[in-house]
């Protein structure tokens, strides 16, 4: 069974940057789609970033566009999301998925992980 585990989550003030990293095991890594993803209080899930399984493509949502990068290291496993600039808005739990993609059953499509908490407030 696949296992994602965030990590680099706290408080920062407006302007500031903090580095997400996600670490998974139990599954072929190097075949998956890796996406980060965040939830507000309140709000429903929303999609930050993803990246192909060989790193040549990302893309990102408008609001985060120019701010956050997000990159992967297949051979230690893991994907990180640089955020610099970072909002009040931005505020959120952030969680990491990985996307199996269209030919798996929609049942082992997705890992999710548990999230880590991203506080920006002066």
């Known amino acids: 069974q696949g296992q994602l585990v965030e990590s680099g989550g706290g408080v920062v003030q407006p302007g500031g940057s903090l580095r997400l990293s996600c670490s998974a095991s139990?599954?072929?890594?190097?075949?998956?789609?890796m996406n980060w993803y965040r939830q507000a209080p309140g709000k429903e899930r929303e999609f930050v970033a993803t990246?192909?399984?060989?790193?040549?493509?990302?893309h990102y949502a408008d609001s985060v566009k120019g701010r956050f990068t997000i990159a992967r290291d297949n051979v230690k496993k893991m994907v990180y999301l640089q955020m610099n600039s970072l909002k009040p808005e931005d505020s959120a739990v952030y969680l990491c998925?990985?996307?199996?993609?269209?030919?798996?059953?929609?049942?082992?499509?997705?890992?999710w992980g548990q999230g880590t908490r991203v506080t920006v407030s002066s």
């Open positions: 998925n990985a996307d199996g993609g269209p030919t798996m059953r929609d049942d082992e499509r997705y890992i």
């Open positions: 139990g599954f072929t890594f190097s075949v998956w789609h």
């Open positions: 990246i192909t399984m060989t790193g040549d493509w990302t």
